[in-house]
Nanobody
Framework: QVQLVESGGGSVQAGGSLRLSCVASGYTASRYSLGWFRQAPGKEREGVASIYSDGTTKYADSVKGRFTISQDNAKKTLYLQMNSLKPEDTAMYYC???????????????????WGQGTQVTVSS
């Protein structure tokens, strides 16, 4: 059974940085798509960044230049480095995955079939 476990959330002041991690277990596929999503209270879940196993990335316009998605295949870990954080970045952050299948990088939640439990990020002004 594939599992995703996020960590690294917390509370920071505007302008600060956080690095989120997502450890994956229970899979053997060599091709996969991974993504970070976030959901603020009263808002829909939105895609933040995506990466394919070949290293191709995609970012939401709202985080370009501030966030970096990366992966460590040996550790089976996905990262999201978040710099220059803003209060509007406050949300629950989720990692998502789809193993095998077609090549894609997508910010659409419907493309992923495995989700973590989330980690809270709070940015104060």
């Amino acid at each position: 059974q594939v599992q995703l476990v996020e960590s690294g959330g917390g509370s920071v002041q505007a302008g600060g940085s956080l690095r989120l991690s997502c450890v994956a277990s229970g899979y053997t596929a060599s091709r996969y798509s991974l993504g970070w999503f976030r959901q603020a209270p009263g808002k829909e879940r939105e895609g933040v960044a995506s990466i394919y196993s070949d290293g191709t990335t995609k970012y939401a316009d709202s985080v370009k230049g501030r966030f970096t998605i990366s992966q460590d295949n040996a550790k089976k870990t996905l990262y999201l480095q978040m710099n220059s954080l803003k209060p509007e970045d406050t949300a629950m952050y989720y990692c998502a995955a789809r193993f095998g299948g077609l090549w894609f990088v997508s910010l659409s939640a419907t493309m992923y079939d495995t989700w973590g439990q989330g980690t809270q990020v709070t940015v104060s002004s």
